[in-house]
């Protein structure tokens, strides 16, 4: 089995932002993750329901949208009208997280718990019965091209156990700071989706499908 990649189009070049989505579906890309950031959960601004729609209708992957906001509940519909097929949400949000991630399930698409550097791992606990999936941030959020932090793959691994344990269809990201070097560390510790997007869109579009490949070509080894 191989992991899945799903590139960041926040490294993308936003003026032509609907070609450069079609342009990584053809690459290979398992999925487009979309990072929402509101100026106050973290520190920048990027883009709300509405681009979210109009880039829908450019690509028919799996839109994999982070929601970096603080209230997130509010948006949370509105994300998923606009065409998000898994939703994640950060527990240092102040909203209730049990009700936020209901609130996903009930609209029927797939629900993500992102976890910040400085956040335990074991917060996921008492989520894991309605999780699909689980983001573990090796940067801390708010934009791209920052530095991989190591402690990202012991909280890997213990996720990986946890998710084992759980024996339910989990899937393991891992978000931040990701390169050809270090992709294979986080394989290892038991990451199963790769969000990359320097590395992604690293050289222009003639690039896009030999990165893909390159971060794709390890093996996850659990
Ligand atoms: C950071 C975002 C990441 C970021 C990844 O807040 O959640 O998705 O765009 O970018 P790279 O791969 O450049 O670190
Ligand atoms: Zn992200």
């Not at 989505?21 to 990027?46: E, R, S, W």
């Not at 990359?196 to 222009?204: D, E, L, P, Q, Y």
Request: glycine share 8%.
């Amino acid at each position: 089995m191989s992991v899945k990649i799903s590139p960041s189009i926040l490294a993308s070049d936003f003026s032509s932002l609907g070609d450069e989505v079609v342009n990584i579906t053809q690459a290979g890309a398992d999925y487009i993750h979309v990072d929402v950031m509101d100026g106050h959960f973290v520190p920048n601004l990027t883009i709300g329901p509405d681009v979210v729609k109009s880039i829908r209708k450019k690509s028919s992957l799996p839109f994999d949208v982070h929601l970096m906001i603080d209230p997130v509940q509010p948006y949370i519909e509105k994300f998923v009208e606009a065409g998000a097929d898994i939703v994640s949400v950060h527990p240092e949000a102040s909203d209730d997280t049990e009700t936020c991630l209901n609130k996903i399930i009930s609209l029927n698409v797939k629900a993500g718990l992102a976890i910040n550097p400085d956040t335990e791992w074991e917060v996921v606990k008492p989520f894991m019965d309605k999780l699909d999936l689980i983001l573990v941030m090796s940067v801390h959020p708010g934009f791209g091209g920052q530095k991989f932090i190591p402690t990202a793959l012991d909280k890997l691994s213990n996720l990986r156990e946890e998710i084992n344990k759980s024996g339910r269809e989990i899937q393991l990201e891992v978000d931040g700071g990701i390169n050809f070097e270090n992709v294979q560390s986080v394989i290892d510790a038991g990451a199963d989706m790769i969000v990359a997007g320097t590395t992604t869109f690293k050289g222009g579009p003639s690039e896009y499908a030999n990165n893909i490949e390159k971060l794709r070509g390890h093996k996850i080894g659990y």
